[in-house]
């Protein structure tokens, strides 16, 4: 560990030693930033599996229940609606002393995170329950489709995995892609093995394969096709049953840093080279094809991110300035405005029921609130979620099955380059923040930004939760 942190003294934890961590500091550097060991008090519920592994640490949420029910907000929020919620806390950490944390994926009871050190960890209600390990490139993304586990990496290849029928905390990777079938196929008959969009037919003998990093993966909206960005420009379609390339499209003129499938068979794309684009989907006998529809966003600054809301047919984006634009399919997918507040880049959005976060290098987590309807008014920014001593990086969520009769909660996953995964449980009915930053496109030159609410709570080094004074 790094010299600029001030140890104490080691505590063991299951016959393991730990360095104690009593300071963090507020912008560590990426490279030398180490966690080792995040003190929490035992509480009465020490015997249980959780408070026993040496990676996750809890904090027991009915100890901070209780000061945050009488918080009070603004808004059109009914009366019932403003006494009857969750606070919005902070659940617990998982740490590792390894990677900074790059991906993340959840599905049941089971979280996935892939970090720079090549490991995807697999958790099981928030102990370490499996983990395997690619030979090359640190895992930029993971998505699961079915019993299939894709995993993206920074030497441009997508590996796939299984876990074991016999030992369900066994995985075997059971296909890279492109494989050397598609190799061996492209060489036999290049011109016709898979759409390649380039005008330039030469450069079709390489279109199978990434020729940089992998930024992103995404699944069709009925599972069947996988879509992979990259920086080296393009977006490529894989068949999920037999991962097979179809297509390669030369999308952006920078880096895409974000595919969505969205609504409508329309996917859309985000890039550094600050646009947003639409490409229609179209399934033709045995082939699929994707053509250009339109660009939402052209601007000066990179595009980090995209969300979809399914449910109200909404697309989010976030870019390097720290805003969030959004558009909605009932308005002819006209720009609904700009979201702003955070300091820094957003860095990963992710939507879930009414709500939508975004995660920014500025270390927080804001929460989003759309209008009731899917359009036709504001967002309210409903809290922000602080603790994390690196950028946030990537989000996951999940519904809370234990939330209250008549109360929609999610879990949220962050994962940062402090090298820690967080767990959140946030409420739809949690009331709005003052200061509301919202902008139409034609009002961006206005300042200033919300204030914390105190039902965000903040995890300090010690590891115990606190509201933001």
């Known amino acids: 560990m790094s010299s600029k942190h001030n140890k104490g003294s080691s505590r063991d934890v299951n016959g393991q030693a730990f360095t104690k961590l009593n300071k963090v500091e507020t912008i560590p550097d990426p490279d030398i930033y180490d966690i080792t060991y995040v003190d929490i008090s035992p509480s009465e519920g020490s015997s249980s599996p959780l408070s026993k592994s040496p990676w996750s640490v809890q904090v027991d949420p009915s100890a901070v229940d209780s000061p945050y029910h009488s918080a009070k907000g603004t808004g059109d929020t009914s009366k019932d609606e403003k006494t009857n919620y969750s606070p919005n806390i902070l659940l617990g950490s998982l740490v590792r002393e390894e990677g900074h944390i790059y991906s993340l994926a959840t599905t049941g009871d089971l979280l996935y995170t892939g970090s720079d050190s090549k490991n995807i960890r697999v958790w099981k209600n928030n102990v370490e329950f499996s983990s395997f390990k690619s030979n090359s490139g640190l895992v930029k993304a993971i998505v699961l489709a079915g019993d299939k586990i894709f995993t993206g990496h920074q030497d441009g290849k997508i590996r796939v995995w299984k876990a074991s029928s016999k030992e369900s905390n ?6 890279t892609m492109p494989n050397l079938r598609d190799y061996i196929r492209n060489s036999i008959v290049p011109s016709s093995y898979f ?16 020729l940089d990093a992998i930024s992103c993966l995404a699944l069709s909206e009925d599972k069947r096709l996988l879509y992979s960005g990259s920086w080296d420009k393009t977006f490529k ?16 003129e920078d880096a895409v840093n974000a595919v969505v499938s969205g ?27 994707h053509f250009f529809s339109q660009t939402l966003l052209k601007q000066d600054c990179a595009v980090t991110a995209i ?19 959004f558009w909605e399919r009932e308005n002819n997918m006209r720009n609904g405005g700009v979201l702003k507040g ?55 969520v999940e519904r809370d099955q234990e939330s209250a009769t008549g109360e929609r909660r999610w879990i949220v996953y962050s994962g940062s380059l402090d090298r820690s995964v967080k767990m959140w449980r946030v409420s739809e ?27 965000a709570p903040s995890f300090s080094a010690q590891g115990r939760i606190s509201p933001k004074k």
Request: proline share 4%.
């Open 263 to 289: 609504f409508d068979g329309l996917v859309f794309t985000g890039s550094a080279d600050g646009s947003v684009k639409v490409w229609r989907r179209e399934d033709q006998a045995k082939e699929t094809k």
């Open 237 to 252: 379609v894989w068949r999920v049953s037999d991962l097979r390339c179809l297509e390669s499209v030369s999308a952006h």
């Open 342 to 396: 955070h300091k820094l880049a957003v860095l990963c959005l992710v939507a879930a029921g009414n709500l939508m976060f975004s995660g920014s290098a500025d270390l927080g987590i804001r929460l989003w609130r759309r209008p009731e309807g899917g359009c036709g008014g504001e967002h309210v920014c409903l809290s922000i979620l602080t603790g994390h001593a690196g950028p946030v990086k990537c989000l996951a």
């Open 170 to 175: 066994v995985h075997r990777r059971v296909g």
């Open 429 to 455: 009915r949690s009331p709005p923040m003052v200061n509301q930053e919202f902008r139409l496109p034609d009002q961006l030159s206005c300042g200033g930004g919300p204030s914390e609410l105190s039902v």
């Open 307 to 325: 969300a979809v809301d399914q449910s109200a047919t909404m697309i989010y984006c976030g870019s390097s300035d720290g805003t969030v634009n």
């Open 195 to 210: 759409n390649f969009t380039r005008r330039n037919r030469s450069s079709a003998a390489l279109g199978f394969r990434h």
